[in-house]
């Protein structure tokens, strides 16, 4: 791929990082990447909604900061070698699916791709 087609698409998915996203009810994940085990991981974190659409703790209702900043314990930790076998474990393993939104599975989705592909390089993975 040339630098000039890698620039271009790179555009691409930046303006498209900037529409707005309605955030999931059913929750959000941290993923990251266990090199030595060979595994992508996801945990899981339950979420409740405001009116003004920001993401609430469920135990305290104080909205949740996107740079970290409070500890909180994931409902659920999800693994798998591929991002196949990740988004599988998650949707088709798991009753109910801890998903509502078709946007977030597609993100989840790309999210996989790239943390695999980290593990596979041997690369830092860092969720976007």
């Known amino acids: 791929m040339t630098e000039a087609l890698k620039t271009k698409l790179q555009g691409i998915d930046d303006q498209l990082s900037k529409r707005f996203i ?7 994940f941290i993923i990251y990447i266990d090199p030595e085990a060979g595994l992508i991981c996801a945990d899981h974190y339950t979420n409740t909604i405001s009116e003004k659409g920001l993401a609430l703790d469920p135990e305290t209702g104080e909205p949740i900061p996107v740079k970290g900043g409070i500890k909180r314990s994931p409902t659920h930790t999800f ?3 591929t991002a196949k076998e990740l988004g599988m474990e998650i ?27 980290a593990l596979i390089r041997g690369e830092t993975y860092i969720q976007d």
């Open 22 to 28: 309605e955030l999931d009810p059913d929750g959000y």
């Open 79 to 81: 693994k798998g070698r």
């Open 91 to 117: 949707t088709e393993k798991v009753n109910p699916c801890p998903l509502s939104r078709l946007d977030h599975a597609l993100y989840l989705g790309r999210e996989f791709v790239r943390a695999e592909l």
